[in-house]
């Protein structure tokens, strides 16, 4: 690994790429290899549910919510999958459909619209703690089109007073008429998929746009209005090198965002790119290069341009910018439930976690029958919805008086023997307020996440492939 790392300093004159290699040999990455510690591109997924989705069995609606059951109301955390896009981009594993009629997106808000308000009849009444409207691409909606859909959750949904409303915009259809719409129905998060600023990887990945249009894109929405603007952006992509990677953290800087995320390319099963690369690993950044990446966000965005991670990956320019909605699913979700309505989406409430039918067609079908589309879930028993909070909640750091709130039992008490070795490690810090990823733990969130699992979840999650894990693509549904 250090001769590899030789060759990159050599090769590339840049003080940052070789501040990353000087960090890098900094790190114990020999011993925390041995201890199970190695980011793998074969292997790595990301957490998002507990298990993941191939692992739930199917449940029916009725036995979540059993048919009389109605209440006084109920705060979530709100998100709505759109599931369209003009065309496919080789890494994408979300559930989406491309090039979908007018007609189509209309069904589509219809049905919405009676999910929406199922859940309500169901709790009676929703609150809105904050509003992530996801796809796919939601920008994929013409302007009257988001202009009826904000209409729908805000007909169904009482929206916090300053709660976050963010909404995903891809380049392409981030025009200056839905922006004011967005303005209109009080959004005030726009997350754009950038993703990179090479012409060249942009092309290679079928995105449809240049870096100059994402650019543009950008600026229309700040010159619209909407100040709290994100950036995706995603190293390991074919192609891409060390000195590409640092121009993408270039541009980042001069261009200020209040945010940024910075993905670590997921390799899933029957996706173009994951074809390319079985083709052609060697196209691709070694995993050497990838942990250089890694650590070259760390130090360009908080060492130079003093934004911090909060989650992982997802760099703020200061704090007003957290974003709230990433905290309720992590992090909260046993607090503040989360409602996922739309094709794929996924729940996390009363200690249910569930995704809707990743199907557009049997998804209308349920709701024109006035039933919840709800399809593979399982109810967690308490220790196992601790174990989803650590595994998820350690990507933000978990606030021990929080936990102890929640659950009733104080986070370091409950896994003690864990979070000693963890610490051992370097990979966590323990105060008396929180736990936390250190420095090294942050490069390793997803794996020192995974050390949570049950032994019982851990053999079913064992059996399921990595390359499928975190998608929402019916084609892989096994
Ligand atoms: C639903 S998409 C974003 C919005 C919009 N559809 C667009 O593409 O501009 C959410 C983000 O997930 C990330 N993403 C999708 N597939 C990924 C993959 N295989 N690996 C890493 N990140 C991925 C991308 O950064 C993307 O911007
Ligand atoms: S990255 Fe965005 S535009 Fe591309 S396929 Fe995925 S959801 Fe659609």
């Not at 796919?136 to 909606?141: A, D, E, V």
């Given at each position: 690994m250090r001769e590899i790392w030789q060759e990159s300093i050599r090769a590339h004159e840049s003080p940052l790429v070789g501040r990353a290699v000087e960090r890098a040999r900094e790190l114990p990455l020999a011993s925390l290899r041995e201890a199970g510690f190695y980011r793998d591109r074969g292997k790595y997924f990301l957490n998002i549910s507990y298990p993941s989705l191939q692992a739930m069995s199917e449940v029916s609606a009725a036995g979540i919510y059993p048919p009389a059951a109605s209440g006084t109301g109920r705060r979530v955390a709100l998100y709505v999958h759109m599931p369209f896009c003009t065309a496919e981009c080789y890494y994408c594993h979300y559930y989406k459909k491309f090039g979908q009629s007018s007609g189509a997106v209309d069904t589509y808000l219809g049905a919405i619209d009676r999910e929406l308000e199922l859940y309500q009849r169901q709790f009676g009444g929703l609150e809105a703690v904050s509003v992530y409207v996801g796809g796919?691409?939601?920008?994929?909606?013409n302007p009257d089109q988001i202009d009826r859909l904000l209409g729908i959750i805000k007909a169904h949904t009482s929206i916090q007073k300053g709660a976050e409303v963010c909404f995903e915009m891809h380049p392409e259809s981030t025009t200056a008429d839905r922006v004011s719409v967005l303005v209109g129905h009080g959004v005030n998060r726009v997350s754009i998929g950038v993703e990179s600023f090479e012409d060249r990887l942009l092309k290679a990945e079928n995105r449809r746009h240049t870096a100059q249009e994402a650019v543009a894109a950008f600026e229309r929405v700040r010159g619209g209005g909407i100040a709290n603007v994100n950036l995706d952006l995603i190293y390991g992509l074919r192609g891409q090198d060390l000195s590409g990677w640092e121009y993408n953290l270039d541009r980042i800087a001069v261009l200020q965002p209040t945010s940024a995320t910075m993905y670590y390319l997921r390799l899933k099963t029957g996706t173009p790119e994951y074809k390319l690369w079985q083709a052609d690993p060697k196209s691709f950044p070694s995993d050497e290069e990838l942990m250089l990446m890694h650590i070259m966000s760390f130090e360009k965005m908080e060492g130079q341009l003093g934004y911090t991670q909060s989650p992982v990956d997802w760099f703020i320019r200061d704090p007003s910018f957290f974003h709230t909605y990433q905290d309720y699913n992590w992090r909260r979700s046993d607090e503040t439930p989360l409602l996922g309505v739309g094709a794929s989406a996924y729940s996390a409430i009363d200690g249910w976690q569930y995704y809707n039918i990743n199907d557009t067609g049997r998804y209308q079908v349920a709701l024109s029958e006035a039933r919840l589309p709800i399809w593979r879930g399982e109810h967690l028993p308490p220790e196992e919805r601790m174990r989803r909070t650590v595994m998820l909640g350690i990507k933000m750091g978990i606030d021990r008086s929080v936990f102890r709130t929640t659950y009733g039992v104080d986070v370091v008490d409950a896994f003690e023997s864990m979070w000693q070795r963890l610490s051992d490690l370097g990979l966590v810090v323990v105060t008396d307020q929180m736990v936390d990823l250190t420095y090294t733990g942050k490069l390793f969130a997803d794996e020192v996440g995974q050390v949570f699992y049950s032994a019982a979840m851990k053999k079913r999650m064992e059996a399921v492939d990595p390359h499928l894990i975190s998608t929402t693509w019916p084609q892989f549904n096994r």
């Open positions: 796919g691409t939601p920008s994929y909606l």
